[in-house]
């Protein structure tokens, strides 16, 4: 599936990795979990690189003022302005 740069970005969990997950011997709970920390972890690759640091050195206020902004974003420019899409 091609899509834009911006969609692309916004792809938390591709086709090919939610399969993997699914074939997974795990539980659906289990399963869950895994796609939350995969889409997690891309979104923190995300925001560190907004922040030119490494994914270990975020702190917890950079990711409180990263989502505030995002939200101000969504609120003043509609959905299709922000990062994340919901």
């Known amino acids: 599936m ?3 740069p911006q969609q692309s970005s916004t792809q938390f969990l591709t ?7 699914d074939a997974a ?5 289990e399963k869950f979990l895994t796609r939350l920390t995969i ?4 979104l923190l690759k995300h925001i560190a690189q907004e922040h030119g ?4 050195d975020l702190t917890t206020q950079q ?3 990263w989502f505030e902004k995002d939200a ?3 609120r ?3 959905i299709d302005a922000s990062y994340l899409k919901w």
């Open 72 to 74: 101000k974003i969504s």
């Open 2 to 4: 091609n899509t834009s």
């Open 53 to 56: 640091v490494a994914i270990e």
């Open 15 to 21: 086709l090919e990795e939610s399969a993997q997950v």
């Open 39 to 42: 889409s997690s972890l891309k």
């Open 25 to 29: 011997l795990l539980s659906s709970s």
């Open 76 to 78: 003043e420019q509609g």
């Open 63 to 65: 990711l409180i003022t």
